[in-house]
C-alpha cells in the first residue's frame, strides 16, 4: 500500500523540523492519540484511538527515525499492533522551503492486516484523507505564527493518493511517528 502527498505549512523550515521532532506538539495534533513518548532522539513509542467503520481500533507502537538529514528529511520505521489489526511500514518526510512557507511531502509504504483490513476501500479513503486534514490543520495551526493557510478540504493535500487498508497504516504510522501521514 502506498500513499503520498503533501502540505504547504506557513511557517519556516526549522521550526517545522523541531515540531516534527517534539512528541508534546504531535500528540496534540495525531486524531485519536492518547499517549506520544520519545524514547531517545530517534525512538519514539505512542498510542492512539480512531473509530474506523465498525472497529474502534486502539493501536500501540514504535517508531524509529532513520536517514536523519537535519532539518531537509528523515525516514519513519514502524509498526503498531491492535486487538483488532496491524500495520507496519515506512514514511519519507522531505521538508523544502518556498516563499517563507515550508512544503511537508511524505511517500508512505505500508502493511495491514487481521480484522480491520476487511474494511471497504471507500470507506478507508474517506478516513484516511479526513485523518490527515485533521493532522495537518491541527499541526499547521500549532506551529505556525498566522497559523494554516486557508484551503479547501480537498485542496490541503495535494496529489494524495489513497488505496485499500492504507487508513491503518497511516493511523499506526502517524501516531508512531508525524504526517500527516497522513497521514493518517
Known sequence: MKLTGSYKIPTDKQ????????????????????????NSDTSFTATATNKIGP??????????LQDLNPP?????VGQGNSP????????????????????????????????????GSRLI?????KMADIFFGKFSDEISPVGSIATSP?????????????IYAVVALVSLSLILFVIY
Request: a negative charge; glycine letters at 8%; hydrophobic letters at 35%.
Open 15 to 38: 521550526s517545522v523540523w523541531e515540531a516534527l521532532n517534539n512528541p508534546d506538539i504531535l500528540q496534540k495534533c495525531i486524531p485519536g492519540c492518547e499517549a506520544f513518548k520519545k
Open 55 to 64: 472497529f474502534n481500533a486502539s493501536f500501540t507502537g514504535d517508531v524509529e
Open 72 to 76: 531537509n528529511s528523515y525516514t519513519l
Open 84 to 119: 483488532v489489526g496491524f500495520a507496519s511500514g515506512e514514511a519519507k518526510v522531505t521538508l523544502t522551503e518556498e516563499d517563507g512557507n515550508t512544503v511537508l511531502t511524505y511517500d508512505v509504504e505500508a502493511n495491514v492486516g487481521g480484522k480491520i483490513a476487511q474494511v
Open 125 to 129: 479513503d474517506m478516513t484516511a484523507k
Open 154 to 166: 480537498s485542496s490541503s493535500i495535494q496529489s494524495t493518493k489513497f488505496n485499500r487498508k492504507i
